[in-house]
């Protein structure tokens, strides 16, 4: 069995907690719960806990940048 072996504190985070991407987002970290309730925006969940994943934060912010336009989270769900 394999210990549990904490991130550097250097290394970029690959989950964020729903708090961590709300705030980034500038919500409340309810509104962004009830999105991903919805389908609406893209999350893990590991028995009672979502957390979102860096790359899909980070992809939405790179096929805005770079279309230069509005992306739809919900467009990021499976």
């Known amino acids: 069995m394999r210990k549990f072996q ?16 709300a705030a980034m987002f500038g919500m409340s970290p309810m509104t962004l719960y009830r999105a991903i309730a919805a389908g609406e925006f893209p ?3 590991i028995r009672g806990r ?3 994943p860096a790359k899909a934060v980070d992809a939405m912010a790179d096929v805005a940048t770079a279309e230069q336009t509005v992306v739809d989270a919900a467009g990021w769900v499976v």
């Not at 904490?6 to 991407?21: H, R």
Request: hydrophobic share 60%.
């Open 6 to 21: 904490p991130q550097a504190v250097t290394a970029a985070p690959k989950f964020y907690s729903v708090a961590q991407a």
């Open 43 to 45: 999350a893990v969940r």
């Open 50 to 52: 979502l957390i979102v």
